[in-house]
């Protein structure tokens, strides 16, 4: 039947099918037509009810092609009736010219084929059957035709072999629909599992790249931590050299006669003060990674009492460069919570680089101001500055902006890495500011409750 067309063969398929067919049609009118003019004049000829079947065919035809662009679930029923108005306007058309003498039935045969090809063995069958009852009536007609019974016989078995073969067709199609579905459906498998693949061989090469990362870094932590290696040695090796200079001179020589053992002895003391601030560095980095937070003594401060005694013992190293340093802070009391020790060891940090890299005439402020939430320090130099592609490292571990063996000042770049990480215990935030030439500003941000889960949290 045309529908199961419809169900197996693509939309555009059966569109083609449905314009072959509307063509054969308009091909059999015309043939029907001409016929009817060449035998116009015979006597069996009835021309007026012969023409009049033609133009209610053609109005038919052209009447069901409009309504089943409105309707095209009518579909399968119109095409059965269609194929019957078919069969029927062929047999008045033949009848009303001459029976088995007008060549009009012929298109009989033209009938069958189409109905076997489109519909299967059943419809043919019994499109074929209806094609044999038109040709057997009109071998009726007078004078009776000898071959009616031949041409009946004949379009059965044109109905049964066209038929059977359009079956065979048709199960080949569908085998065929079937198949493409399964291939449709394979393939469909096929796309998921390339952009499975895809998305894994993504994340694999995510993982690759994070990899690669992880081992760079993990490359130049190692470089930092031979750098860092050389340069504490340095810095433990120049102290040590210098007390153990003096004090071998002393044990040869006795005290010096022009009194100045005085400054022999401060030289000692400082150079021992290096050391200690070294080796406390060291000890406060130590504890803080290793106990974290357990690290923490809080208790309530006040910043200005704070700054004021971390400063002191740093204003003797600054007048002796020449480096004014001046405090600013408010008159009422500066209220936060911290852990003495470690704030103590972050403001002396801030300030000895502050005085390492200011030049001698420089200057240094030391500010605090309170904030709704705590309080904030400030400490700004007119010093040599960072450039902004340091920045973002100098907080790092073990990182130094002049790290080279030949380095001017001296330090071993674990400095700001302490601040930063007695800043994050507290829960505060350390920001800096600079310009190379112009100077730096750091300034920390700590909070004035108790550090703990509900404090704010750090902005490192
Ligand atoms: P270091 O022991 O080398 O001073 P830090 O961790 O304290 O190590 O500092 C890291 C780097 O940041 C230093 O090498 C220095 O170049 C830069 N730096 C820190 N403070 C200042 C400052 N006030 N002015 C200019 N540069 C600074």
């Known amino acids: 039947m045309a529908t199961s067309w419809a169900r197996l063969a693509d939309a555009a398929l059966y569109r083609r099918g449905e ?26 000829t009835r021309a007026v009810p012969a023409l009049l079947t033609g133009l209610t065919y053609i109005a038919f035809a052209l009447g069901a092609r409009n309504w089943l662009r409105g309707h095209p679930e009518s579909r399968r029923w119109l095409s059965v009736v269609h194929d019957t108005v078919d069969a029927a306007g062929v047999g008045l058309g033949a009848a009303f ?3 088995m003498e007008s060549p009009i039935w012929l298109l009989l045969y033209a009938h069958v084929v189409a109905v076997s090809v489109r519909g299967g063995l059943g419809y043919a069958l019994t499109m074929g059957v209806l094609d044999a009852l038109v040709v057997a009536g009109l071998s009726q007609i007078r004078p009776s035709h000898p071959e009616g019974l031949l041409h009946t016989l004949s379009l059965l078995f044109c109905a049964f072999t066209g038929g059977t073969t359009s079956s065979y067709l048709h199960q080949i199609q569908r085998r065929l629909f079937e198949a493409n579905r399964d291939l449709s459906g394979m393939n469909e498998q096929l796309r998921e599992t390339a952009g499975l693949a895809r998305r894994m061989e993504d994340e694999a090469r995510e993982h690759l790249r994070r990899e690669k990362d992880a081992y760079r870094r993990l490359e130049e932590l190692d470089r930092l931590r031979n750098q860092y290696l050389g340069n504490v040695s340095h810095e433990f090796r120049t102290p040590l050299t210098v007390i ?11 005290p010096p006669p022009d009194g100045s053992l005085s400054d022999v002895m401060r030289v000692m003391v400082e150079s021992c003060d290096q050391l200690i601030e070294m080796v406390d560095t060291l000890i406060e980095i130590s504890r803080i990674e290793q106990e974290g937070e357990r690290s923490l003594e809080v208790r309530l401060l006040d910043l200005r009492e704070l700054v004021t005694s971390s400063v002191d013992p740093l204003r003797l190293r600054a007048a002796r460069k020449g480096v004014e340093l001046a405090l600013d802070l408010p008159e009422g009391p500066l209220s936060i919570r911290g852990d003495p020790s470690l704030l103590d060891h972050l403001v002396r940090k801030l300030v000895d680089n502050a005085l390492k890299y200011s030049p001698p005439g420089g200057k240094v402020v030391v500010r605090g101001f309170s904030e709704p939430e705590g309080g904030t320090l400030e400490v700004e130099d007119w010093g040599i500055g960072i450039s902004a592609e340091h920045i973002p490292r100098i907080f790092d571990k073990f990182y130094m902006v002049d790290g080279g063996i030949n380095r001017r000042r001296r330090g071993a770049g674990v400095g700001l890495y302490l601040a930063r990480e007695i800043v994050r215990l507290h829960k505060g935030a350390i920001d800096v500011r600079s310009r190379p030439g112009a100077g730096t500003v750091f300034s920390v941000r700590l909070p004035g409750g108790a550090p703990g889960p ?6 490192l």
């Open 19 to 44: 314009s072959i067919t509307a063509w054969a049609r308009a091909i059999s009118v015309g043939f029907a037509l001409v016929a009817l003019f060449v035998l116009w004049g015979s006597p069996r």
């Open 97 to 99: 010219s001459g029976g």
């Open 244 to 254: 153990r200079g003096y004090g071998e001179h002393l044990m040869n020589e006795g």
């Open 454 to 459: 509900s404090s704010p949290e750090a902005r």
